[in-house]
């Protein structure tokens, strides 16, 4: 399975994007996708998931700006940022996985390269 991300870019704060991750390959075989972020000097966290099944899981910080939707049809999984706020701003990826939601960055199957957003105040 092989993970393209894009949609990143520069917006203001309060602003909008929208992120997509096309999958090719053995997509019939993932059962999670998920978004992850990384700013400078900090680890790599969850932002979003969804499973085939459409059950969506969000960061905390998140919630209420941002959804996960994902397109079976297309094999793409998208993430609709709403009301961006300058320390949404990070490398965002997208992750794969045939099991469950990992709790870990380094337990997902596959990741894609990541796509940058910056948000200015």
């Known amino acids: 399975v092989q993970l393209q991300a894009s949609g990143g870019g520069l917006v203001q704060a309060g602003g909008s994007l929208r992120l997509s991750c096309a999958a090719s390959?053995?997509?019939?075989?993932?059962?999670?996708m998920a978004w992850y972020r990384q700013a400078p000097g900090k680890q790599r966290d969850l932002v979003a998931s969804?499973?085939?099944?459409?059950?969506?899981n969000y960061a905390d910080s998140v919630k209420g700006r941002f959804t996960i939707s994902r397109d079976s049809a297309k094999n793409t999984v998208y993430l609709q940022m709403n009301s961006l706020k300058t320390e949404d701003a990070a490398v965002y990826y997208c992750a794969a996985d045939p099991g469950r939601v990992r709790t870990q960055a380094a337990h997902w199957a596959y990741w894609g390269q990541g796509t940058q957003v910056t948000v200015s105040s």
């Open positions: 390959g053995s997509f019939l075989s993932i059962n999670v």
């Open positions: 969804i499973t085939s099944a459409g059950t969506t």
